[in-house]
């Protein structure tokens, strides 16, 4: 088991990619603080499906956003579970909006959950764990949007590979006190917020012809892929992005 012993915070974690890192990582020996912003009746199911397995588990309700919300998350689930070890920066949106048409809210509605959000837990979570001596890891979810242009993402595309350059600059300052960041571009994986392209038959077959794989990737295999990064395994790995996307980015 990678993360014995861990205590992991995962954002966004009700469902989707956020849902698999939450349950790999617990299936890895980590406890969990499962946060989300509205949708607590699933996020209490991941934590109490969590806690069927032998781990201990909370739901975390927090708008990562917002520094007024996130300051108590991490005060409550120190007091609960104990000092976090691992930080999985999962929360985000994606609104498809074409470039001429996007308004001043839409930017910021966007930008505010994706790239601050990850800013704001990564800075409440880096403080506590500096004050406190200790060491920790810290995983960004990108999106291999930080490397391809799809259409009517002017917004979210700069949040994600601001992702990537917010995981090196943070490694550089953070990593000398014994936090490593790394960063996690997924492709294309089958959740809620993809349903649109999954579940449409005039859209998926041109989608997954991009992909060496053939087909989208679950929420488990970004899990899998966040454990190792989380985990002591990756020792000496920090500042860096990964697209775990079936070989779309590269085709
Ligand atoms: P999803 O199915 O829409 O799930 C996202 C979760 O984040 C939801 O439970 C949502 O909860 C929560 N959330 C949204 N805003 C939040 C906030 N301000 N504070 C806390 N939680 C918030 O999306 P997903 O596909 O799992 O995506 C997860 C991450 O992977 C995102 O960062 C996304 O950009 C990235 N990604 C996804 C794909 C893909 O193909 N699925 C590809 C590349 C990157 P509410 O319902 O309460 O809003």
Redesign the pocket.
């Known amino acids: 088991m990678k993360l014995a012993g861990k205590v992991a915070l995962v954002?966004?974690?009700?469902?989707?990619?956020?849902?698999g890192i939450a349950e790999v990582f617990a299936e890895e020996g980590a406890d969990v603080a499962v946060?989300?912003?509205?949708?607590m009746g699933?996020a209490e199911e991941v934590a109490a499906a969590i806690r069927a397995r032998g781990r201990r588990s909370i739901a975390v309700k927090?708008?990562?956003?917002k520094r007024s919300e996130v300051e108590p998350m991490f005060e409550r689930v120190w007091e609960e579970l104990g000092p976090v070890d691992v930080l999985v920066n999962?929360?985000?949106?994606?609104t498809i909006v074409p470039f001429l048409e996007l308004t001043d809210e839409q930017w910021t509605e966007l930008v505010d959950?994706?790239l601050r959000?990850a800013w704001l837990c990564s800075q409440v979570f880096c403080r506590r764990t500096v004050a406190g001596h200790r060491t920790g890891s810290v995983v960004n979810?990108?999106?291999?949007?930080a490397a391809k242009v799809l259409p009517g993402r002017t917004h979210?595309a700069p949040t994600?590979l601001g992702l990537e350059a917010l995981t090196r600059n943070m490694s550089a300052e953070v990593t000398p006190h014994g936090i490593r960041v790394n960063c996690i571009?997924?492709?294309?994986?089958?959740?809620?917020?993809?349903a649109w392209v999954m579940q449409n038959p005039d859209l998926l077959p041109g989608v997954l012809a991009q992909i060496s794989l053939g087909r989208?990737g679950e929420?488990r295999e970004i899990g899998t892929v966040a454990a190792f990064l989380a985990s002591d395994e990756a020792s000496y790995l920090t500042g860096q992005s990964f697209f775990v996307d079936g070989g779309w980015q590269g085709k």
């Open positions: 954002t966004g974690a009700a469902r989707g990619i956020g849902r946060n989300d912003a509205g949708n699933q927090a708008d990562v956003g999962n929360a985000g949106i994606e959950v994706n959000g979810i990108g999106s291999i949007q979210y994600k571009h997924p492709g294309l994986i089958d959740t809620p917020m993809t989208a929420p």
